[in-house]
């Protein structure tokens, strides 16, 4: 066994990090995951997502609850647990529980919610893309992750999207004025806003090509900023 610092190599082929194991024979055993939660959406205004190796898919249902479902096939070196809880009459949420540092593998989250608008959905998310469907709305969206991608069909008239090294899509349905933020450091951004009147938008980037097709027309006002380092920006 050899010590640098607080990395412990073994013998074998297990390296220990600060007494969390994050390579082995064990790591390479991927484990099959299929749960399901639910809850009473009740009075819930808001809701918030947190799922930090899960791909996320969002949508709607004509039912009264909030359903989760995560699935798929992993190796990690913790346990991987869903949970959906109240906070309060208000606020519900949904929760990946993982601490762990290593993931290998393809796990996918289903969040149904109910065909009503919110207040807010917020989703955070690490390795994980998230995909909001046609349908869910919301008077203000969050949605932040790392290094996955962010795509957005969702009614609302704030949306805020953030991501280091994915890329970013809306298409929101123009049903009222909408102010939309989003912005990455390596990835590109696509909005499109074909149904609204009128685009305002100040887009940025440092490394890469900016295009405006929007055409005026009678209708809603969409505002925008896009912001990215090394990537593309599209508005339609």
């Given at each position: 066994?050899?010590?640098i ?38 009075s ?24 989760a ?7 990690t ?45 917020n ?114």
């Amino acid at each position: 066994m050899i010590k640098i610092g607080n990395c412990i190599i073994g013998s074998g082929t297990n390296i220990t990090i600060n007494g969390r194991r994050v390579s082995g024979s064990d790591l390479s055993k991927p484990e099959r995951y299929d749960s399901r939660k639910e809850e009473e959406a009740g009075s819930t205004e808001i809701i918030e997502i947190i799922s930090p190796i899960a791909d996320t898919n969002i949508s709607v249902s004509d039912e009264s609850k909030i359903k989760a479902h995560l699935y798929g096939e992993a190796a990690t070196d913790e346990k991987v647990e869903l949970d959906i809880f109240r906070i309060d009459q208000w606020y519900t949420k949904v929760v990946v529980n993982f601490e762990g540092h290593y993931c290998n593998g393809e796990l996918t989250l289903d969040v149904v919610i109910p065909k009503k608008m919110f207040k807010r959905i917020n989703f955070t998310g690490r390795s994980s893309s998230v995909f909001l469907k046609k349908g869910v709305a919301a008077d203000t969206i969050s949605v932040e992750t790392i290094s996955g991608s962010v795509k957005t069909y969702a009614e609302c008239s704030s949306f805020f999207g953030r991501s280091t090294s994915g890329s970013l899509s809306s298409c929101i349905p123009a049903k009222r004025n909408v102010f939309v933020d989003m912005s990455c450091v390596s990835g590109s951004i696509h909005a499109d806003f074909t149904d609204f009147g009128s685009v305002e938008a100040t887009a940025n980037t440092l490394v890469g090509s900016k295009s405006n097709r929007h055409m005026e027309k009678i209708g809603f006002i969409a505002r925008a900023k896009l912001s990215t380092t090394a990537g593309n920006i599209t508005i339609k």
